[in-house]
């Protein structure tokens, strides 16, 4: 389908502002830029009943972490999420939105957790930062209010690859053990790909080269400052849509925006993770451009996969009787 007429808006409103590509600027104006636009993009700010910034440790100092604490007595269910920007952008303050509406939509505890920057941390800091920091809060439970038995991990972009690189660390490396995982447009195959030669397919065309968007420009710009060397790409932790074997990860959640330059890959390790006989959903949302799923004040389709992913965490984590999955997204 044509772009939702809520992306033309969008990106008419950036055309006339003359915003530059991020992948135009410094790394400074990129990161600051990239808050501002979510924070712009992301609604209201909705409260919770405890919000806490506290540190884990990681495998080269202290992480910082933000605890979202809906209201509930005891141990609660937790999803350790992993915020997006190219693992070059962003902090826990460009998760914060959806962390909050997740817990609140749930009634799970969303953790967020500040790992490492590249370029002045490169690939595999990042992974090794969210993979500690998911093991320190599953030793850690009762600290946290945690319960180590419906822990889950999520992340959107390259939050979404960090994710899918933990559940591989943590079934290879002895745990912890997650009940699920919530992939949103993950980046899972870091090879560069071909200059494309062009297509008549307009959601191929616009998610590849339209410079008002997210494009493989930017793709690549990120991937840049990620990987230090050109075989990194090859290492499942980078790419797990190369890894071997995807037999016993959790169950997940792929969602993906038809005008993404990331589709293709993140509805390949959909498919490949329920060749695994992993349990998995795919919901990908027409009309729609990366980075939707963190602006719900934009695009209302950001609500709607917010809640999607709202429903699928609550029937996998066993807080309630799932919610009907909204007919804004088409299952595959």
């Known amino acids: 389908m044509p772009l939702d007429p809520q992306v033309v808006a ?6 006339a502002a003359g915003v530059a590509p991020l992948y135009t600027q410094t790394l400074a104006e990129a990161r600051a830029a990239d808050l501002a636009a979510i924070r712009a993009g992301g609604g209201d700010v909705e409260p919770v009943h405890e919000v806490r910034d506290t540190v ?20 609660l269910p937790t999803l350790v999420y ?62 946290f209010g945690a319960d180590p038995d419906r822990l889950a991990v999520g992340g959107d972009s390259a939050g979404g690859n960090l994710a899918a690189a933990v559940t ?6 002895g745990g912890p053990a997650l009940a699920a995982q919530l992939l949103v447009y993950p980046n899972t195959d870091q090879r560069e790909r071909a200059e494309p030669a062009g297509s008549a397919d307009p959601a191929e065309s616009a998610g590849e080269q339209d410079p008002l968007l997210f494009n493989r420009h930017s793709v690549a710009w990120y991937r840049g400052h990620y990987l230090p060397e050109e075989a990194d790409a090859a290492n499942p932790l980078a790419s797990p849509l190369l890894a071997e074997d995807l037999t016993g990860l959790p169950p ?25 006989g992993v349990p998995v959903e795919l919901a990908r949302y027409p009309g729609m451009i990366h980075g939707f799923f963190a602006m719900p004040g934009a695009f209302d389709a950001g609500r709607h996969a917010q809640d999607r ?13 799932a919610v009907p999955a909204d007919a804004g997204a088409v299952d595959g």
């Not at 038809?258 to 060749?275: C, F, S, T």
């Open 10 to 15: 969008y990106r008419a409103a950036r055309a």
């Open 56 to 75: 884990v440790p990681g495998p080269a100092g202290d992480l910082p972490v933000r605890v979202h604490r809906p209201a509930g007595d005891g141990p």
């Open 82 to 143: 992993f915020f997006g920007g190219g693992w070059t952008l962003g902090s826990v303050d460009t998760a914060d939105g959806i962390c909050r509406r997740l817990a609140n939509a749930t009634g799970c505890q969303v953790v967020t957790v500040g790992y490492r920057l590249a370029p002045e941390h490169p690939f595999p800091a990042a992974v090794h930062d969210c993979h500690a920091a998911v093991a320190w809060l599953a030793a850690h439970a009762d600290e």
């Open 168 to 173: 591989l660390l943590s079934r290879d490396g």
């Open 252 to 276: 997940a959640l792929v969602i993906t925006a038809e005008y993404d330059p990331l589709r293709e890959e993140g509805e390949r390790y959909a498919d490949r993770l329920r060749a695994a």
């Open 309 to 321: 992913a709202a429903a699928f965490l609550r029937a996998r984590l066993g807080v309630a009787p």
